[in-house]
């Protein structure tokens, strides 16, 4: 069958000449992930720009700065967790292993220092943003990774940590 339309290795295609179907089903999931972060934080920016500060900001009852931290916290250490698939013994394992934990831990703590003060909520947000920098770093050492795993990484982190950046300079202004 002749067509006029130049036809596709599926295998080496990037994301954007296969259909939705061929996309591996994480890079929709990766996608979909942004949308709590950019729900929280557009409430968080409505109530700065239109009206009585970000302390009035909530999303399902709750401080809408905290339900985006908690979805940080949340976000970070599944990703965290997912290194463990395929590093348990080799390929330099235990220096990921230890980032990927020490990463979950300190997103935890994240999620306690954020009752203790407004100073630490700020620190919060900084060490969450950083811990995305450093597990899309750490991965580096996993080999044979899909490009399109790592392409779509790479461009999901930079959307978080603007984010996380936006979220900082709105709370700094704020205070």
């Given amino acids: 069958m002749n067509s006029d339309k130049p036809q596709i290795n599926q295998q080496n295609a990037t994301v954007e000449q296969q259909t939705p179907a061929q996309r591996p089903i994480y890079i929709a999931l990766g996608y979909a992930g942004l949308l709590p972060f950019a729900l929280s934080l557009g409430v968080i920016l409505a109530a700065a720009v239109s009206g009585p500060g970000i302390h009035s900001a909530a999303l399902f009852g709750l401080y809408a700065p905290y339900v985006f931290i908690a979805y ?40 306690l220092a954020i009752q203790v003060s407004q100073m630490l909520t700020l620190l919060a947000i900084a060490v969450l943003m950083s811990g995305y920098l450093m597990l899309l770093w750490a991965e580096r050492m996993v080999p044979e990774v899909d490009g399109r795993y790592t392409a779509m990484r790479v461009a999901l982190t930079a959307w978080v940590v603007a984010m996380h950046l936006l979220l900082l300079v709105c709370l700094v202004g704020d205070v």
């Fill in 72 to 111: 940080s916290a949340c976000i970070l250490s599944f990703l965290s967790g997912a290194v463990w698939r395929d590093n348990t013994a080799e390929h330099g394992a235990a220096s990921l292993l230890i980032i990927s934990n020490a990463l979950a831990v300190l997103a935890w703590l994240c999620l």
